[in-house]
């Protein structure tokens, strides 16, 4: 990223600039994705086959138990890993690096501030420093944490980490935002505030956000929701071979209206 990139990346964060991305752009697609740990009879597949594709401006939940596989699909998204079979592409994106993961620790540097914390995946990528901390700041103020910039990780509260750990990755101005269960070990209030920011950003930058969670609140919030189940990425009705957000669109529909009438003829009963 250059120094030009970082100033664009802080008027899209601050001002929401970004001109709007075409609704059928793919972002990243999954074919037929396998992820295995592991060889022969120690072998452990984390995932089956996973069919996804993820388009600008998409809002996706994909929603499981502790160790159902949706930490791995989200890795397979961000190309943290590659897959043991299958594809992942990023059609629409300069590859993985358009991409920002929000990893389910905080994962801050003791040593550096808050607001060094947010800007140092920019400074890596060589961006001036001056240009990495005015990204980093706008991103922090988005995250309701401007007031925290010059405090070290020790004397922050753990909601309020994981409020700098997105902001980290909004200063960056990804295309494709991952969250993996933002609020997961965060409070009701807190939890909300996180999710907050990030729906807040996409909408801004005009990006497209994937969240993996446990939780039907948070999952509720997004307009479309998946399922995982023992490494298998399943429709919102539990049919296996999903072709991704927009096939589960109709799907997740469907299911809300059966719930729906369960209710209605639970209260009648």
């Not at 600039?17 to 752009?25: F, G, I, L, Q, W």
């Not at 980093?136 to 990780?153: F, G, I, M, Q, W």
């Not at 209030?189 to 994937?210: H, K, N, S, Y």
Request: charged share 20%.
């Amino acid at each position: 990223m250059t120094a030009g990139d970082a100033t664009a990346t802080d008027a899209a964060v601050r001002n929401g600039t970004r001109p709007a991305p075409p609704t059928d752009e793919v972002l990243v697609a999954c074919q037929d994705a396998a992820l295995t740990f592991g060889r022969g009879q120690h072998a452990v597949v984390a995932v089956h086959g996973a069919t996804l594709r993820v388009r600008a401006g998409d809002r996706l939940a994909i929603v499981g138990s502790s160790g159902s596989g949706k930490t791995s699909l989200l890795h397979l998204l961000a190309g943290l890993e590659q897959p043991t079979s299958g594809t992942v592409a990023w059609p629409a994106l300069a590859g993985p690096r358009d991409t920002g993961l929000v990893f389910q620790s905080d994962s801050l540097i003791p040593a550096l501030d808050v607001v060094e914390n947010t800007a140092l995946p920019l400074v890596l990528a060589g961006v001036p420093e001056a240009d990495a901390r005015d990204a980093a700041t706008a991103a922090l103020a988005l995250v309701d944490a401007a007031h925290l910039a010059e405090r070290l990780p020790e004397e922050i509260s753990g909601g309020q980490a994981q409020r700098v750990a997105a902001a980290r990755v909004l200063a960056q101005a990804p295309r494709l935002i991952l969250a993996d269960e933002p609020t997961g070990r965060l409070d009701h209030t807190t939890g909300g505030r996180v999710l907050d920011a990030l729906l807040t950003a996409a909408d801004r930058t005009r990006a497209a956000l994937v969240v993996t969670t446990h939780d039907p609140a948070v999952a509720g919030r997004l307009a479309t929701r998946l399922t995982m189940r023992d490494g298998r990425l399943l429709t919102a009705e539990g049919a296996e071979g999903t072709e991704g957000a927009e096939g589960a669109e109709n799907t997740a529909a469907a299911a809300a209206t059966q719930e729906t009438a369960t209710q209605e003829t639970e209260e009648t009963s």
